[in-house]
């Protein structure tokens, strides 16, 4: 067990739907990193967040947002979704914002039909 | 553009059989280089941290090694419970923060 926690862990919703992921960080670490997980792209990185902070920011499309608030807790919104957006997301958290030693969550496995 | 090339994509041992894994990267700054397990439908759980050219780590019958051009995990008479996937991941700066780039990974199978 990580220590990082997401929910939910499946998540089956219809095409042009919004959706909210969740992920809480390992106790003590400030940054937060979201990826998508497909079978032909691999582990894609989407954004980072520091201490509430927007940092690096990976290939992540416009429909999605993220936010870290304050107890570090983050979520990830997906809007307008479309059928290619099926993936694992996962969540990962480290103790400062260098990108280093990831601790990942179990992840959210997004159905869109 | 950062790439991470990992091979083969594919592994099949059998228990005992000792193989190594490669990871090949073109990247403009390597600040570190990462090696994960990743378990179907899993999140990927850390394994090692390598920052320079002629590092090993080692850890039960892995061990992970690093040239400037490549890293190679080595397992040595693997179990089934060493099956998983393999991913490899570089560190470099993304808008002036770092981030890891990951490879697609190697899925590792050992049979008893």
């Known amino acids: 067990d990580s220590g990082v926690t997401q929910t939910p862990k499946h998540l089956i919703t219809a095409t042009g739907q919004r959706v909210t992921l969740r992920c809480s960080p390992r106790?003590?670490?400030?940054?937060v990193y979201w990826y998508q997980q497909s079978l032909d792209q691999g582990l894609q990185f989407l954004i980072q967040?520091?201490?509430?902070?927007?940092?690096a920011k990976g290939n992540i499309l416009e429909r999605f947002s993220a936010q870290q608030f304050p107890d570090l807790h983050s979520e990830l919104n997906l809007s307008s979704l479309e059928l290619g957006d099926s993936a694992l997301y996962f969540c990962?958290?480290?103790?400062?914002?260098?990108?280093?030693?990831?601790?990942f969550g179990p992840g959210t496995r997004l159905t869109v039909l | 553009e950062d790439q991470v090339t990992q091979s083969p994509e594919a592994l099949r041992l059998q228990e005992g059989e000792s193989s190594s894994l490669n990871c090949s990267y073109t990247?403009?700054?390597?600040?570190?280089l990462f090696w994960y397990r990743q378990d179907p439908g899993k999140g990927p759980e850390f394994l090692f941290t390598?920052?320079?050219a002629g590092e090993e780590k080692e850890k039960e019958r892995l061990k992970a090694t690093l040239t400037k051009k490549e890293s190679f995990l080595h397992i040595t008479a693997p179990k089934p419970e060493d099956s998983a996937t393999y991913l490899c991941a570089v560190q470099t700066l993304n808008s002036g923060y770092s981030t890891l780039t990951f490879g697609k990974g190697t899925m590792l199978l050992v049979s008893p």
């Open positions: 390598l920052y320079s």
């Open positions: 990962a958290s480290s103790a400062g914002q260098g990108g280093g030693e990831q601790f």
């Open positions: 106790s003590g670490d400030l940054s």
């Open positions: 967040y520091y201490n509430g902070e927007e940092r």
């Open positions: 990247v403009s700054g390597l600040r570190g």
